[in-house]
């Protein structure tokens, strides 16, 4: 009997085993050496990023001011605070960033001003905005419980943008105490953490200042009341801003906080997107050496080693023109987690248009370690970080109102702070804004701490002497 073998059914045979091989190496080898392996990835985080529009939503404005007796020191004529707010809204207004913008005063409940406000109305408004207007509202000016006016801001019109307006101070009209505040915070993470449920939204806290005629009601020491009348004071006040990020896009397109007198500081609450922004790999800042493996933005380093110093540096730029975020937010390194081997040494805004190089990238960030390892990855993560002003802006001693340092201070603002972050670390445990991740190794082959080794292969050489010497026989066998 003769046994017929085909030559086109061997050369299948083989192409196969080529092909199984080929899919194998592409998606388990790890390795980050390869141009082809690496592009793909690179090219998909640009599309991510970059290539997809920002969705601009019109959404409608809620301006609601808290008319406690608290905060009659700021409206009387003149002050920085009617400036501020008026440019905020009238700003809000005038570039197309609403499509309506609604005014309200708020305390134990929700009092309309102007519904669907025009220029004339939010300038009338403003003109007879003073302590008399605010007894006069009808939504009476008594101290009320600050998570529930966050707690009605948030819920009421939840697809909205809403922007509170508030000195913030956590207090009760028979004195507070350190109870008191935890079971504020405690109410206030409740409170957002049941709204989050819900729906996802972002939370921006702005830091503003203004000269403040009034009295004062100092919280460590109720019911004890100072008259700051003409004492040429200054207090904080402050803006929570929440809304969903697609509403909130276009509002921060189109606004800097820095440009409206009494701006001091700012906290952004964002949704996690656990986006990867455009990065590449410089020869800036460099001590010690290495290899970039191209393409640059495959962020891969091989030959890695450290300088004589015993210290291992390097840099990458990255373009964050997404990320609708406070520019000291960014640059500043608390804000960051990467492995404890290494540190940021610094984040630093590119200013310099003629470098091709950096061209489409807006920031440089340089990572350093006196303890490299043969092959690591490196993450680097931004996380909503409670910032260092914070703490600086929280005070349970108010007892001096004039003092320098007590006018920059809230009683009890880092308990509000605090129970914020903690409702959104509930919500979104683990998640990042953004997240660039570099490969490094002391070898040429490079691979990252979790790449699997990859040789040359030699099975498939067995299998395709196997094959021939098949043939073969089989052949002979005719």
């Known amino acids: 009997m003769q046994i017929k073998f085909p030559l086109n059914y061997f050369c299948s045979i083989l192409l196969s085993c080529v092909f199984l091989f080929s899919c194998e190496s592409k998606s388990g ?13 690179a090219n998909a985080n640009e599309e991510a990023v970059e290539d997809q529009p920002v969705k601009h939503t019109k959404a409608n404005f809620n301006i609601y001011i808290e008319n406690s007796g608290s905060m009659n020191g700021y409206v009387n004529s003149g002050s920085d605070f009617k400036n501020a707010v008026l440019g905020i809204i009238t700003d809000i207004k005038s570039r197309g960033i609403a499509k309506d913008v609604n005014i309200y005063y708020i305390n134990n409940s929700i009092c309309p001003q102007k519904l669907k406000a025009t220029a004339a109305d939010i300038q009338q408004f403003f003109m007879n905005l003073n302590p008399q207007s605010f007894q006069n509202s009808g939504c009476g ?29 956590f207090s009760d009209s028979m004195g507070t105490s350190q109870q008191y505040l935890e079971l504020a915070k405690n109410s206030l993470v409740m409170n957002l953490s049941e709204q ?11 830091k503003m200042n203004s000269n403040f005629n009034g009295r004062y009601f100092i919280e460590s020491q109720r019911p004890k009341v100072v008259d700051l009348n003409g004492k040429d004071v200054r207090r904080p006040y402050y803006l929570l801003i929440t809304g969903k990020n697609q509403s909130l896009n276009n509002f921060l397109d189109k ?43 495959s962020m891969s380093l091989t030959n890695a080693a450290a300088g004589t110093d015993g210290i291992f540096q390097f ?20 804000n960051y987690t990467l492995p404890p081997n290494y540190e940021i040494v610094s984040i630093e805004k590119i200013g ?16 350093a370690t006196s303890e490299l390892k043969p ?63 570099i490969k490094i190794s002391k070898n040429a082959a490079g691979g990252g701490e979790n790449s699997a080794s990859s040789g040359f292969p030699w099975w498939i050489i067995l299998v395709a002497a196997l094959a021939i010497g098949g043939f073969i026989f089989l052949k002979s066998k005719k």
């Open 375 to 437: 092959r690591q990855d490196v993450p680097v993560k931004l996380k909503a970080n409670l910032p260092g002003w914070i703490s600086k802006t929280s005070t349970l001693n108010d007892t001096d109102p004039l003092d320098s340092v007590q006018q920059t201070q809230t009683f009890g603002f880092k308990y509000l702070a605090e129970g914020i972050s903690q409702a959104y670390n509930n919500a979104y445990d683990g998640k990042e804004q953004f997240s660039v991740n």
């Open 196 to 206: 989050l449920k819900k729906g996802d939204f972002s939370s921006i806290i702005v």
């Open 141 to 169: 000016t008594r101290t009320s419980f600050m998570p529930e006016i966050i707690r009605k801001t948030v819920t009421a019109n939840p697809e909205d943008v809403n922007i509170l307006i508030s000195d913030f101070i």
């Open 352 to 367: 310099d248009d003629t470098n091709e190089s950096l061209k489409g990238f807006t920031h440089i960030y340089t990572l």
């Open 255 to 297: 606004t800097d906080f820095e440009n409206y007198t009494g701006y001091e500081n700012s906290y952004y609450l964002l949704t996690p997107t656990g986006s990867t922004p455009k990065a590449k790999l410089v020869r800036l800042h460099k001590k010690g050496n290495f290899d970039i493996v191209q393409p640059a933005t």
């Open 315 to 334: 840099a990458y730029v990255a373009n964050l023109e997404f990320l609708k975020i406070d520019e000291s937010f960014i640059t500043d390194t608390k």
């Open 29 to 41: 080898s790890g390795n980050f050496g390869s141009r082809n392996d690496q592009e793909p990835s």
